[in-house]
Structure formats: C-alpha cells, structure tokens
DNA sequence: GTGCTGATTGACAACGTTGTCCAGAGGTTA
DNA sequence: TAACCTCTGGACAACGTTGTCAATCAGCAC
C-alpha cells in the first residue's frame, strides 16, 4: 500500500475517482457513490469503510462529471459593466448572496461596455451551461439569446433593459430620479441646469435626460442645447463639458451628473471655482456627505436591484412558465447641502 | 422537417448536441467536432453543411462534457472578503482581465471573513475543477488545501499569507507602509497616536500594527495600550475606539486608520469634533482629496496585487513546479493634508 | 493497372459521475 | 419447506464531448 493522505501514488494533476475509492474501499462504484450524496441504504459499517477510503485518498467529487450527468450546473454568470465601479460592488454581492441561498456558484464577467464581449462572454457562460444569467447589459440587441433562454437559461437584465427580446428585467426609476433631482434644483431658484450624462446609447442615460426634460419643461423652462451633454464619463470629457457650461454664454448655475463617475469629476471642477455652483449627482457614493458641501444624490438601491434579480432568476429556474417581468425599483432623493445652494444673486 | 431555428423540436430545457447537428448534416460526429473546435482537414463543403446545421439547430457546445473530457476547466476561482468592499472591485477587476487574456473564466466568492466559509467556497470551487484559485484567505490554517494543490491547482493568496502550508503569495507592503504613515505624523510634531485596526488575528492588521509599534519605538516614543484598538471595523466599533481615544486621560493627538472601513468611520467621527485631529488611513480611497482636510493615505495598489496574483497563478499552471514565490507589492504615503496637521498648541 | 501518398472522414472508446435495474442475503409467513 | 418480502450492493448505460485510429478516396508515379 503506496497510497498516502494526499494520493500520490497517481501520476501528479490526476485525481483519484469514485472508482478508485470503490476500489479501495472494497464496495461497488455505486456505493461510494451513495455516501458521497448521502443516499439511504447504506449500511453504517460500509459507509464507515467508504468514508475512510475518500480521507486516504483525498478523494474530491468531480462536478464537471456531475454536471454532465445531471443537466443542473449550480452555478449563475453575471455579467456586468465593469467589476471595478463601485457602484456594482454591493449588487454582485447581493446577487451572490441569493445564488448562495440556492447553493449555486456565481461566475462573474465584465462587458467593459462593449457589446461584443458582453455577446462572447454571455455565450461562454451558456457554453458552461450556467442555469441562469443576470445581465447588466451593454448591447442593444440580445436576439442572440434566444436559443439560449429558449433551452431554458433564466434570464435577468439588472439596470438597463433588454434589446429586441422579451426579457425579465428590473430597473431603477431613473426617469423618476433625474425628474425630482432636476425639479429639486428649480425648487432652490435655479433656471439654467446643466445635464452630463452617459453615453446616449445607455438607456439609463437616456432614462435621466428624459427626467431631466421633463422637469424643465414642467417648471415652464426651455432648455439650452448647450446645457446638455452626454457622453464618456472619462473625467477629460466631463471636465471639458462642464467647463463649458459653466462658461458659456448663458452659463449654468446648477448640474445634474448622469451617474457616480459624473458627479466624481464635477465635485472636482467644481471645487477649483470660486463661486459655489449647485450639484445633484445620480448615485450614492461614500463620504458624499463629508465632502463641503456635502453632495445631494440621488441614491439607487444597487443591493435590492441585485437581490431582486436573483431572486427573480430563481423563482424562474425554480417554476412555470410565467411571462417575462419587469420591476421597478424607486430611487429616493438624498438632500445634503450641494443641490440646495440658491443661484448667484446675479444669476 | 419540424426543427426551427430554435430546436424547438426538442422538449423544452434539452439542447441539439453534436450528434444531432452531425445528423442534420448527414456527417460523423467527429467532424462536427472538427468543425466547431476550427480542426484543420475539413472540406469547405462540409465545412458550410455543418455550420448550417449548427445555426438551424442553435447549437452551443457543451462545455461541461468538454472539461470533462480535456480535463482543464479554463477557469479560475476568486475567493475574497467581499465583493462589495471597494478595495476588491479593482482587485478582482484585475485578476479577471489576466484570466480574460489566458481564455479563463472567473468564478467568485465572498468568504464574509468567515473560515468557514472560505473552506466550503474553496472546496467547492475545486470540486468544480477550477484550474487555479486566487485567494484572499479568512483562515489561518489552509492545510485542508494540500491535497488540491498536490493534485495541481495552482494557488495563489494574496493580500495575506497562507496559513501552515507552502504557497504563492503575494502581499502589500503593509509594516512599511505603516511605518510611515506614523513616522509621518511623528514628523509632524505628534507623539500620542492612536491605532485603530482590524482584527488581530488577521495578517495585514498584525503588520500594521507592527508598522506603528516601530515607528513609535523608533521615534523613541512609548505607546499607550490605550492608543491602540483592534477588531470589527463595524462603524459603531470604530467610533467607540476613536471617542475613547481622542477623550481618554492621555487623549491622542493625532490617529492611525488601518483600513479603508476604519478611515472612513474616522473621518465622520473627526468631522463632528470642534478641533482637528491629525489622520493618516491605509487604504486610498475615491474623494479623499475632496474632503476637507483632504486625508492623507497609505496607497496600496489593489489591481497590481490582483494582476501579480492572477500572472503569478497562470505562469504556475503553464510551467513547472517552482518553488512557492513570495512578492511584495510597495505601498506609498500619499500626504494630502489630514496627516500633515499639527498637534494643537497645548498638546 | 498497380501501388503509393496525402487528404478527408467516421467508428469507437474514454472522461467521472448518476439513474435504472437486478441479484443475493436474510428474515417472515403460510 | 416454499414463497415472499426487505434491505443492501453492484453492473451497466448514459450524459456530450474529444483523442485515437483506421477506412476511404482521389491523384499520381511507375
């Protein structure tokens, strides 16, 4: 007997198997198998001597075998923008959480905002036969998911919507957000109104500047085309736009930043000028509240918008064939200093 | 012929297979192979009978067969504290570009700063056979490992040592880093300082501390037990440890955050005291400049720890069996006003 | 025509697990 | 004693892919 603790009697990087066990252990392939899933009809004495053949050799169950035999691979992708904005941090932990509750795995992707590896990445993921997907998409066609959602893959787009297909999907209210942000900064006297936003393809993006609009148009105030700007959030482009409105010929007295990258940038500029100008920012962000003034959000629930979306998937693995859904989670108006500074006395 | 684009010929959950598109195409199973996995000796005449089959049935490969059969998984596992700390979202950002750039999926997890927890994810990863693993580790012992690594994942820890066993590993320079960040202070004209740090037990806290007894000692300076605080970095904690300090009978001057959470925590709790009180914090963070004083920081650099880790993992798997590296990744003292105030005057 | 070469193709086994089904042991009942 | 259960354990096929190997065929030199 050469075997030790750690099996190395096998050539290095192979495994001992069930078959090995069994063979050790002196029972029938199927029996190991019992004990290792916990199956009844053993008896305590041969799972005693199948316990201890699985600690001599450090056997591990092979899921990749398991999974082929069983169709249900335990495990959920998610795929979103970019692992590293922080404003995803708390939703794929939520989502995680959710996935754990089910006993399934989460294998996570970023799409770095480009349709094309969201396309290779979601596809990769259906190769591994995840059971579902939570999509924070960056495409705006997703027809190529049809085979895969119609073999069965649960799927749920997170944030933005699903293009051309019939989708479950849960949003925030951006459109309500942008709207009583914007409607905020009237309210404390302003009349020229700044948006930088996203890129227009977003549909969040496109969500807010609607809200933004709106708010104007409801206040009786037309809006400047100079006083829109959507776009990269790369901090040049928001600095050069803001910079120009705010140096314009009808300059602005107040911004409204499109999301958390936005509104980074503008604290910056804005801190660099002499005269207070108002800032609401769309998304919460740590310390708003200690930087001077502190910044008025509009804060987005990223956690719920995760845990809703598992949850969703689940309730879908898990059940019949109901309609796709679509939920909205409400945004809520974080008033701390920023969005309530009144317009220059000239202004 | 009933077989739409969608397969749905086939009940509801299965998918074609290659058996099914070789049929469809009236070719060998192999060559359907061949053709899906880009083989060369393939005519492209079949080649083109093939790829029809393939889209009229909305084929997709079948990974899991296919790990099964090669025997390499082309993912990785990431195992951290969590997914929703910002000072991971960059870490792991990086270690899923180096695996995007070697073919490899990530698959991630949150230990919670629970042992527990990390063994069963561990565990669980590698009954996927996950080819590597990069692991922040909760635990302090990591024995249960041996037989994984014997049997060739490749393993990588970062941020903190493995605990009893050899490894790759790659850590921040925290003793250094916080050598100086209380080295600075004492420059500055401070001489009671206090520490608030994460729990003992794990790694990095222990060297920081370690960092701020040296530079005491070095300063010639004797350290109060009551300057010096470990454990949760849950806010409540924190904001006890810190009151306790800046009122106690010999009340600190000037504090030592070690870590992100801490700092944070700190800055609220300074924010509210009439007189200011001198900061350093480890762990850079978004806005530190913004708020007023700016805070002065110990910088790690979270995604070369995360790139190091993943390069380290994947140049393993590709080569031989070197023995266990240990790199250490610089930190640097980024003064931005907080750490450079003085002591007051009666101090 | 024969034999050889190289290109193309397919039959088959294997990867490690689980589900199905059957065999044998041992006990109970008529 | 025979018939009939129950309980335990094992043989075998199947999951969908890839590697090995052999078969077929066209083209070409002799």
């Keep these: ?178 709207r009583a942000a914007v409607a905020h900064l009237i309210a404390h006297g302003h009349r020229r109104i700044g948006f930088i936003g996203d890129q227009p393809r977003i549909h969040t993006a496109g969500e807010r500047l609607r809200g933004y609009r709106t708010a104007m148009a409801e206040a009786g105030l037309a809006v400047d085309e100079s006083w829109v700007s959507l776009g990269s959030t790369a901090p040049d482009r928001v600095r050069f736009a803001a910079t120009a409105m705010l140096d314009g010929p009808r300059p602005v007295t107040a911004l409204f930043a499109g999301n958390n990258r936005v509104t980074v940038t503008a604290v910056r500029v804005l801190a660099e000028r002499p005269r207070p100008v108002a800032l609401v920012g769309f998304d919460d962000f740590e310390l708003a509240d200690l930087v001077s003034p502190a910044i008025t959000v509009v804060a987005q629930d990223a956690a719920r918008l995760g845990r809703t979306a598992a949850t969703m998937l689940f309730r879908r693995l898990d059940g019949a064939g109901i309609p796709p859904q679509r939920e909205e989670i409400p945004t809520r108006l974080v008033p701390r200093g920023s969005g309530e500074l009144p317009p220059p006395a000239d202004g």
């Design 1 to 178: 007997m050469t075997d030790t603790a750690r099996g190395t009697s096998r050539r290095y990087g192979s495994r001992p198997t069930m078959k090995d066990v069994a063979a050790r252990a002196g029972v029938g392939l199927k029996t190991v198998s019992r004990v290792v899933n916990g199956e009844p009809g053993v008896t305590p004495e041969t799972e005693r001597r199948v316990q201890d053949a699985i600690t001599a050799l450090g056997f591990r169950r092979n899921d990749s075998a398991r999974i082929l035999r069983k169709g249900r691979t335990a495990s959920i992708g998610l795929v979103l923008e970019d692992l590293a904005d922080p404003f995803y941090g708390p939703l794929s932990r939520a989502v995680e959480e959710v996935a754990r509750d089910h006993g399934a795995l989460l294998i996570n992707g970023s799409s770095a905002e480009d349709p094309a590896r969201e396309q290779e990445l979601v596809l990769a993921l259906c190769a591994r036969r995840v059971d579902g997907l939570v999509i924070i998409p960056a495409a705006d066609d997703h027809r190529y998911l049809e085979p895969e959602i119609a073999a069965g893959v649960a799927t749920v787009f997170v944030d933005r919507p699903a293009g051309r297909i019939e989708a479950d999907t849960v949003l925030s209210d951006s459109f309500g957000g942008a």
